[in-house]
């Protein structure tokens, strides 16, 4: 191979090799879409019953926020790891907005905020008292939708 050739060769491989890095692989990519879409879901299963109490369409029942603050926060705790996967360069259905891996640093706080909340909540359940658990709950419900102002396709 000449030296022109060769360089070629190098130049092109080069390139291949910053196409798979800016791209991730199809299939990962619709994983983590599938991942991460589950665990939000998986969340609003845990908090809506939550939210039902707080805005006095169910009975408060202080069981069953214990439970669910609790698992919610261990949920929460998964956000950052399951945004992780930068799919913006792939052709995936989503309503995650670039800015989440634009504005890393805001989305981080958005998400450490929802963890604070769904924390405070675990303690208020502790109480039993139904207003103090009224009140964390709207916080929680206010996290969650101050990130999905940002960071979310509007519905
Ligand atoms: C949910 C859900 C949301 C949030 C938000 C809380 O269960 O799907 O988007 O809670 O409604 O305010």
Not at 47 to 52: E, I, L, R, T, V
């Amino acid at each position: 191979m000449n030296r022109g050739k060769s360089f070629a060769a190098c130049a092109l491989l080069a390139f291949a090799g910053t196409v798979s890095a800016q791209q991730m692989d199809q299939e990962r990519a619709e994983r983590a879409v599938e991942t991460r879409q589950a665990l939000l879901q998986v969340m609003a299963w845990n908090y809506g019953p939550m939210g039902a109490m707080a805005r006095g369409r169910i009975e408060f029942d202080t069981d069953r926020v214990q439970t669910n603050a609790e698992r919610l926060l261990a949920l929460t705790k998964m956000l950052s790891d399951a945004f992780a996967a930068d799919t913006r360069e792939n052709d995936v259905e989503t309503e995650a907005l670039d800015v989440i891996w634009e504005k890393t640093d805001d989305f981080a706080a958005k998400i450490q905020a929802t963890i604070d909340a769904s924390s405070a909540l675990v303690d208020a359940a502790a109480t039993g008292d139904e207003a103090a658990m009224t009140q964390a709950i709207g916080q929680v419900g206010s996290s969650c939708g101050s990130c999905h102002d940002d960071f979310r396709l509007d519905d």
